[in-house]
C-alpha cells in the first residue's frame, strides 16, 4: 500500500534561516507528487506538484521542492523563511494516470521566530 | 470564481445521532473526494466520486458512513449513530478530471464534533 512519512513533526526557524523538510513515499508505480499548505485558519492550498519533467519544481511563495525517484523522496524547501510561512505543511502522493485518491504524510508544523 | 463550499462550518452532536454534511465542488469539477483531519490520525482518504463511475468508497471506516453525489455535483457525507471517535475535521475537495495535473482544491472543512 502507498504511504507517505514526514520525518519532522515540528519544526522551529528564525527569519531568513533555511528550510528543508523532508518526505518519503513508498510506491513502487508512476506517482505524482504534492505539497500542500495549510495556514493558521485557512484551508489547505497547493503549493506546487510534480508530474513528470524537471525533478525540480517551483511553486508559489518561493517554494520548491525536488523529486529524487532513487531515494523515493520529494523534499521541501526555501532558501529564506519568513514569518508569514508559519504553517503546517503536508506531502501527498497519488498514483499516477488514475488522478485519485491523495495519501497525505503525517504534516509537519513550520513555526518562524520573527 | 467561487471556491469548494462545505456546510455547516460547524456540527456538534450527540453520540448516536445521524449527521449529515454537505459539500459544493467547484462548477464543472468532475471528481469529488472527501477526506478527515483528526488528531492522530493525519489526513485521511474517505471516498472519491469520477463522474458517473463507481465510486471509490475504500476509505470509509465504517458502514456507518456513506455518501452520495447527486447530479454529478453536491456530495453528502452521512454519518450515522455517531461515535466520539467520529470528532474530525471533514474535508472536500474537487478536481477537474480535464486537467493532466489533478490538482485537488480543498473546501474549508466542517469541523465535527461527537459529545
Known amino acids: 500500500a502507498q504511504s507517505v512519512s514526514q520525518h519532522n513533526h515540528h519544526v522551529i526557524l528564525s527569519e531568513a534561516a533555511s528550510l528543508e523538510l523532508g518526505c518519503n513515499y513508498s510506491?513502487?508505480?508512476?506517482?505524482?507528487l504534492f505539497w500542500y499548505v495549510q495556514y493558521p485558519g485557512q484551508h489547505l492550498q497547493l503549493l506546487l506538484k510534480?508530474?513528470?519533467?524537471?525533478?525540480l519544481v517551483k511553486g508559489i511563495k518561493g517554494f520548491e521542492a525536488e523529486f529524487i525517484k532513487s531515494k523515493f523522496s520529494f523534499n521541501l524547501r526555501k532558501p529564506s523563511v519568513q514569518w508569514s510561512d508559519t504553517a503546517e505543511y503536508f506531502c501527498?502522493?497519488?498514483?499516477?494516470?488514475?488522478?485519485?485518491?491523495?495519501?497525505f504524510g503525517q504534516g509537519t508544523e513550520l513555526s518562524v521566530k520573527p | 470564481g467561487a471556491g469548494v463550499s462545505q456546510s455547516p462550518s460547524n456540527k456538534v452532536t450527540e453520540k448516536g445521532k445521524d449527521v449529515e454534511l454537505r459539500c459544493d465542488p467547484i462548477?464543472?469539477?468532475?471528481?469529488l473526494y472527501w477526506y478527515r483531519q483528526s488528531l492522530g490520525q493525519g489526513l485521511e482518504f474517505l471516498i472519491y466520486f469520477q463522474g458517473n463511475s463507481a465510486p471509490d468508497k475504500s476509505g470509509l471506516p465504517s458502514d456507518r458512513f456513506s455518501a452520495e453525489r447527486t447530479g454529478g455535483s453536491v456530495s453528502t457525507l452521512t454519518i450515522q449513530r455517531t461515535q466520539q471517535e467520529d470528532s474530525a475535521v471533514y474535508l472536500c475537495a474537487s478536481s477537474s478530471r480535464q486537467a493532466s495535473s489533478y490538482e485537488q482544491y480543498f473546501g474549508p472543512g466542517t469541523r465535527l464534533t461527537v459529545t
Open positions: 510506491y513502487g508505480g508512476t506517482v505524482n
Open positions: 501527498a502522493v497519488n498514483s499516477g494516470n488514475q488522478g485519485g485518491k491523495l495519501i
Open positions: 462548477s464543472g469539477h468532475t471528481a
Open positions: 510534480y508530474f513528470s519533467g524537471d525533478p
